[in-house]
């Protein structure tokens, strides 16, 4: 089974920036479209950004569009989600996973706090 690994969240002001990334333990990630998804208190899980296995598309929510760049390594098995001009509203723990079932496991995720 797949291991998933976020890390980069952390408390930051309103209009500021993250840069989260997700780790895999094999190789399969280079093979299935992934995204990040987010949980906010008391809300559903929710998937906010998306790539295909090669990178040549990538998918946005239309409350992260123009604000949030998906990537991925696939040589090093680890995504990325660049996030600007951050609102409180983006306040979550944020997980990556497969696009689409059946998911991976998932991971511990990482919280991402916007606030003043």
């Known amino acids: 089974q797949v291991q998933l690994v976020e890390s980069g969240g952390g408390l930051v002001q309103p209009g500021g920036s993250l840069r989260l990334s997700c780790v895999a333990s094999?190789?399969?990630?280079?093979?299935?479209?992934m995204g990040w998804y987010r949980q906010a208190p008391g809300k559903q899980r929710e998937l906010v950004a998306a790539?295909?296995?090669?990178?040549?598309?990538?998918n946005y929510a239309d409350s992260v569009k123009g604000r949030f760049t998906i990537s991925r390594d696939n040589a090093k098995n680890t995504m990325y989600l660049q996030m600007n001009s951050l609102k409180p509203e983006d306040t979550a723990v944020y997980y990556c996973?497969?696009?689409?079932?059946?998911?991976?496991?998932w991971g511990q995720g990482t919280q991402v706090t916007v606030s003043s």
């Open positions: 094999r190789r399969i990630f280079s093979t299935v479209a």
């Open positions: 790539i295909s296995s090669s990178s040549d598309s990538t």
């Open positions: 996973n497969r696009e689409r079932s059946p998911t991976f496991n």
